[in-house]
């Protein structure tokens, strides 16, 4: 699977845990966020290359990591087509594919260990979506419609480079 993995700096450690996992797992990572520790990217600026990879088909799913997950999912999910959730656990990340269709798995490393970021990644990956095949058709058909109004809100992703934070 092709997944899309930024970063800021205060997350830099978690992406790199995860590339090297989701790589051995046979994956194909893109790298969206900062390139090093020393180069300080804005949250926008990630969230908008996420946003660009899973809108152009370059990646199928995404993963952003700051330092609590917050950041990231706010950040990724103001733009159009992207589904953000911030998850601490291997069930929630679960649950986002199962019950929400997310794309974009966001946590952080202040509240994960990168053993439990790996196996988090690795539920969200290898989940997928149901469609709650047990409810009534009316029910299904407006979960189909908020997602469908959910993934198109939002901004569009630019075409700007990466931005950094000038250093003082």
Request: charged letters at 25%; glycine letters at 8%.
């Amino acid at each position: 699977m092709k997944i899309a993995l930024g970063s800021v700096v205060k997350g830099f450690k978690l992406k790199e845990a995860l590339k090297a996992h989701l790589q051995a797992r046979g994956h194909t990572v893109i790298e969206v966020g900062c390139p090093d520790m020393a180069q300080f990217c804005k949250f926008p600026s990630v969230g908008e290359r996420i946003a660009r990879a899973l809108n152009s088909g370059e990646a199928e799913l995404a993963i952003n990591c700051c330092g609590s997950g917050t950041g990231a999912s706010i950040s990724a999910g103001k733009f159009k087509g992207v589904c953000a959730v911030s998850c601490e656990s291997e069930k929630t990340a679960r649950l986002a594919r199962v019950v929400n269709d997310a794309n974009c798995l966001c946590m952080g490393e202040d509240v994960v260990t990168p053993e439990l970021a790996c196996k988090m990644a690795d539920a969200f990956v290898e989940a997928r979506f149901q469609d709650a095949p047990a409810a009534p058709e009316e029910v299904r058909a407006f979960w189909r419609e908020a997602r469908d109004e959910m993934m198109s809100r939002g901004a569009d992703p630019g075409t700007r480079e990466l931005e950094f934070l000038k250093k003082p």
